[in-house]
DNA sequence: GTAATTTTGGACTAGTTCGTCCGCTTGTTG
DNA sequence: CAACAAGCGGACGAACTAGTCCAAAATTAC
């Protein structure tokens, strides 16, 4: 995730140098998850980072590696709040009854959404090469939640015939798709819906 | 969906000039679903239905009321798919079964995914007034799955209990993210568990 | 302290795209 | 057949945007 390809440097960058790449980095993530890419332009850019229009050249030579560079910033921001130490790594029902409680007792599912999934469907039609570079990261989001459930297995906490992998995708793509039906929506309850299940569905392996 | 703005008219309209409405709906829908919405300029599809410049602003004044078009040709084409007899209106758990297998067994998801999925999520940060008509459809839809869960309780082949909205907003929640995913990880794998993993939760209400 | 390097500013350009415009062709109506 | 309307073709223009370029300011290295 560091050393990606998002994360060219022009030459080298000073302590200054990287403090203003994050920060344009940082706005760019918050006017595309807010806007989308398409809308997210030099101006804008420029206007909301409070940065020149050669400072981004110098950061990022086009608006591909900006991107790439969004990418590499949402994916540390998902991946690394599923990691938190609330989650326990995911080795209980509760745990994954604590995350999906976690959108929607929030009441700001769209704040804290991730922004990587509009992201993805966005981006997934284009040319652009980041298609392996995005598959990684949602790979290694559903090994969070695998590891955690071959975890439950050995601990017990669910049948030993379940195929985590399988569930992995399911809590991922509940995820997803709801949220795509919430925003479609303007309602929650879709999302609510969708998670709810996906752990009921969990819970009926419980032992 | 017949008199949607989308289908303002110039003045009106002969058949002649409704065929070419529809052919440039057509190949408008297939280019969006295969690049995108911003790919899809004027120039491309003018080449791919083989018109001219002054027909598509004749049919269409400008790209939302295209936009318009193809998201009421991809309504017609989804729900119509969803309505069509081979699922006897949702009311047994094979017919789940069958469509959840639909995409999966046909080898080619992608072809036959439901366009209406990723152009809602390339739009749905846009400014254009397209929510409430998007979410219309989505509605729709909907109402097909809860519908046929509802009968599947009257007819006592699931649990009275259950609540057939929310076990809607699962199964489309379940091919929408079950979708991103695979588009992602280019892999059948994500929908096929998202998709069979929701049909099993269905199992699990059978009386 | 000075030379080199990095960071920054902002105007400018080349390319793209949506939509307009004018005129021609086809067909329909009375 | 005459007048009018709809369908059609393609060039053109206005607006927008990604990326370039030339310097200046700030920082670091020697």
């Not at 110098?58 to 938190?84: C, M």
């Not at 929030?106 to 991730?114: A, K, N, T």
């Not at 992201?119 to 939640?145: C, G, M, N, P, Y």
């Not at 975890?151 to 992998?165: N, T």
Request: glycine fraction near 8%.
């Amino acid at each position: 995730m560091e050393k990606s390809v998002g994360s060219q440097r022009p030459q080298r960058l000073t302590d200054r140098g990287q403090a203003t790449r994050a920060h344009i980095v940082k706005n760019a993530a918050d006017l595309i998850y807010a806007n989308g890419v398409h809308a997210t332009n030099n101006e804008f850019l420029r206007n909301a980072a409070g940065v020149s229009g050669s400072q981004l050249t110098h950061y990022f030579p086009n608006k591909e590696s900006l991107i790439l560079g969004v990418i590499d910033w949402q994916a540390d921001s998902v991946l690394g709040f599923h990691r938190d130490d609330r989650f326990a790594g995911f080795d209980s029902i509760d745990a994954f009854q604590d995350w999906a409680d976690f959108y929607i007792l929030s009441g700001r599912p769209f704040e804290d959404g991730c922004g990587i999934g509009s992201l993805a469907s966005e981006i997934i039609k284009t040319d652009l090469d980041i298609h392996d570079h995005l598959a990684l990261v949602f790979e290694q989001w559903r090994d969070i939640f695998r590891d955690g459930l071959e975890r439950m297995q050995q601990l017990g906490r669910i049948d030993a015939s379940v195929d985590p992998v399988r569930l992995a995708h399911m809590f991922i793509a509940a995820y997803q798709g709801g949220m795509l039906l919430a925003q479609i929506a303007r309602d929650i309850a879709p999302l609510r819906d969708a998670l709810y299940a996906a752990v009921d569905h969990l819970r009926t392996f419980a032992e």
